[in-house]
Nanobody, 113 residues
Framework: VQLQASGGGSVQAGGSLRLSCAVS????????MAWYRRAPGKQRELVAS???????NYADSAKGRFTISRDTAWNTVYLQMNSLKPEDTAVYYC????????WGQGTLVTVSS
């Protein structure tokens, strides 16, 4: 299974970025897709998730600014990030769960003030 994340970059505060994560090679249903992030000097944290048959969930820091979505085949997960703040600077990782858990390689988001 491979997860290929893209869309990171540098942006000024207030700007937007859209992250994508393409999933390939799965041999069973994807039941959970999520974005995590690890900021410098901090632990990895959940940003947003989608659970099959349940819906979406957001960290308080992401509510109202970020939107997680997926394609109909559960092959790609997106994270639309608006109104970005310097504290959103982090490496963002996509994560999926089938009967096993898989992680993408991470994509760096840098927000300057």
């Amino acid at each position: 299974v491979q997860l290929q994340a893209s869309g990171g970059g540098s942006v000024q505060a207030g700007g937007s970025l859209r992250l994508s994560c393409a999933v390939s090679g799965t041999d069973s249903s994807v039941n959970f897709m999520a974005w995590y992030r690890r900021a410098p000097g901090k632990q990895r944290e959940l940003v947003a998730s989608i659970v099959r048959y349940t819906g979406t969930n957001y960290a308080d820091s992401a509510k109202g600014r970020f939107t997680i979505s997926r394609d109909t085949a559960w092959n790609t997960v997106y994270l639309q990030m608006n109104s970005l703040k310097p504290e959103d600077t982090a490496v963002y990782y996509c994560h999926i769960v089938t009967y096993r858990a898989y992680w993408g390689q991470g994509t760096l988001v840098t927000v300057s003030s």
